[in-house]
């Protein structure tokens, strides 16, 4: 039982560059989040799905879109990376409001 | 949207000292989260709280629901090393997994040697 896996743990990106973040858990749960960590911001929600098929915007949607096409998985996007984007991304999932974490990915986009 | 305020931003104690830390909202919650965020870690649950005035105890920690429900404590007691970390609470307007947590801006323990 892994929890909730995140991939890949950093990455580094030119601006205008895409790439995906994976997030996978095994928990079953419904519910799955993508949170970004800035220093002195504490977690803000990107972007939310409430089960297979579905997503929703968080506080900071804008630049980022997101798959979930199995439950297991919630996938993170940027198309064309910008220096602000850099940051910290966590992926969570919960079954009712107990949310588990993963253990983040590094983005730095230069 | 709604606004979490986490006090004191960053705390230096001795070890064996008591802490407390504390978060207030703006707007009613009817959930209240405790997280610890280790270096390099994802945050871990440490406490739920579902009811105004509840007092829920993890050990050595020790955390409140206030009454109003805009407000919520965390007391850790006999301060150890491995407390160091950022502490987090976070809000939920309802009591279902279906509503996104809010999260306040955290405060940052560091334990003096």
């Known amino acids: 039982n892994a929890g909730v896996t995140q991939t890949p743990k950093f990455r580094v990106l030119k601006t205008g560059q895409s790439m995906t973040l994976l997030c996978a858990q095994d928990m079953n749960h419904e519910y799955m989040y993508w949170y970004r960590q800035d220093p002195g911001m504490g977690l803000r929600l990107i972007h939310y799905s409430v089960g297979e098929g579905t997503t929703a915007k968080g506080e900071v949607p804008d630049g980022y879109n997101v798959s979930r096409l199995k439950k297991q998985n919630f996938l993170l996007g940027l198309e064309s990376a910008a220096p602000s984007q850099t940051s910290v991304y966590f992926c969570?999932?919960?079954?009712?409001?107990?949310?588990?974490f993963g253990q983040g990915t590094r983005l730095t986009v230069v | 949207g709604q606004q979490l305020n986490q006090s004191p931003q960053s705390m230096f104690i001795q070890e064996g000292e008591d802490v407390s830390m504390n978060c207030t909202s703006s707007?009613?919650?009817?959930?209240w989260l405790w997280y610890k965020q280790d270096p390099g870690e994802g945050p871990v649950l440490l406490i739920a709280?579902?009811?105004?005035?509840e007092l829920t105890s993890n050990g050595r920690l020790t955390a409140q629901f206030g009454i109003t429900r805009k407000d919520s404590f965390l007391n850790i007691s006999a301060s150890i090393p491995s407390d160091v970390g950022i502490y987090f609470c976070a809000g939920q307007v309802s009591n279902f997994g279906n509503e996104k947590l809010t999260f306040g801006t955290g405060t940052r323990l560091t334990i003096i040697p």
């Open positions: 709280l579902y009811k105004a005035g």
């Open positions: 969570a999932s919960s079954k009712t409001n107990e949310a588990f």
């Open positions: 707007s009613i919650f009817n959930t």
